[in-house]
């Protein structure tokens, strides 16, 4: 016989089955805590927040330029070419703010 589909499989907690000691704060099997429960969550600093929107505008430029190029357009502007230059460097600023971050972080 068949076991019923319902049933755990041997040696596979189950969320029912979940030991009691992890407490209501956390998932029921993997034991993680939801972002939104973390007492001491960071919010991002103003450099990664600058960092952000300029890797956005870069990769924004870089689907258009693509698409441009894709549509079989060879005259694409020198300032889409130029604008998708800010991928690359909000991409630095972001590493580099993170990188600052965790020194004040490890000083304080």
């Known amino acids: 016989m068949t076991e019923p589909a319902s ?3 041997a040696g596979r907690p189950t969320a ?3 030991p009691a000691d992890r407490g ?3 998932g029921p099997v993997t034991g993680a805590r939801p972002l939104s429960r973390i007492k001491n969550r960071r919010k ?3 450099l990664y927040k600058t960092a952000m929107v ?3 505008i870069g990769l924004l430029a870089i689907c258009v330029d693509a698409v441009i190029f894709v549509a079989g357009s060879r005259d694409i502007p020198l300032w889409l070419h130029l604008v998708t230059v800010l991928a690359p ?3 630095g600023l972001g ?3 993170t990188v600052l971050e965790a020194r ?3 000083q304080a």
Do not use: N, Q
């Open 7 to 9: 049933s755990a499989r």
């Open 16 to 18: 029912r089955s979940a």
């Open 95 to 97: 590493l580099a703010g």
């Open 24 to 26: 209501g704060a956390t």
């Open 89 to 91: 460097i909000g991409l």
């Open 44 to 46: 991002a600093g103003p």
């Open 54 to 56: 300029i890797f956005t």
């Open 104 to 106: 004040r972080d490890r």
